[in-house]
């Protein structure tokens, strides 16, 4: 098992900036992935950002240029920088872990924290 915190999240202004964090505990060397999602009200959960093992890194289109996601292996600990934050920026963002497993990958989240961007 994996248990990921997150923490960073707040009221920002539009064009403001902040960083989440997310730490891991548990089975961390059985990680293959880890992301950030989002949650809108009224609307699915949605990709951000994901960081491989070996670092490679994939952002929504919605987010490319504004986020960097980036890991510390030392602190088992990922975050994601967001700059030019927008007001449909806003939604709760959860971090993700897909742990290897003998069945194939299994999927591990975070309790959610808020990003408000508003003036």
């Known amino acids: 098992q994996v248990q990921l915190v997150e923490s960073g999240g707040g009221l920002v202004q539009p064009g403001g900036s902040l960083r989440l964090s997310c730490a891991a505990s548990?089975?961390?060397?059985?990680?293959?992935?880890m992301g950030w999602y989002r949650q809108a009200p009224g609307k699915q959960r949605e990709l951000v950002a994901t960081?491989?093992?070996?670092?490679?890194?994939n952002y929504a289109d919605s987010v490319k240029g504004r986020c960097t996601i980036s890991k510390n292996n030392t602190k088992d600990t990922v975050y994601l920088q967001m700059t030019s934050l927008k007001p449909e920026d806003t939604a709760v963002y959860y971090c993700?872990?897909?742990?290897?497993?003998?069945?194939?990958?299994?999927?591990?989240w975070g309790q959610g924290t808020q990003v408000t961007v508003s003036s």
């Open positions: 548990g089975n961390i060397f059985r990680i293959a992935a």
């Open positions: 960081i491989t093992s070996d670092d490679s890194t």
């Open positions: 993700n872990a897909a742990l290897r497993t003998l069945s194939g990958l299994r999927l591990y």
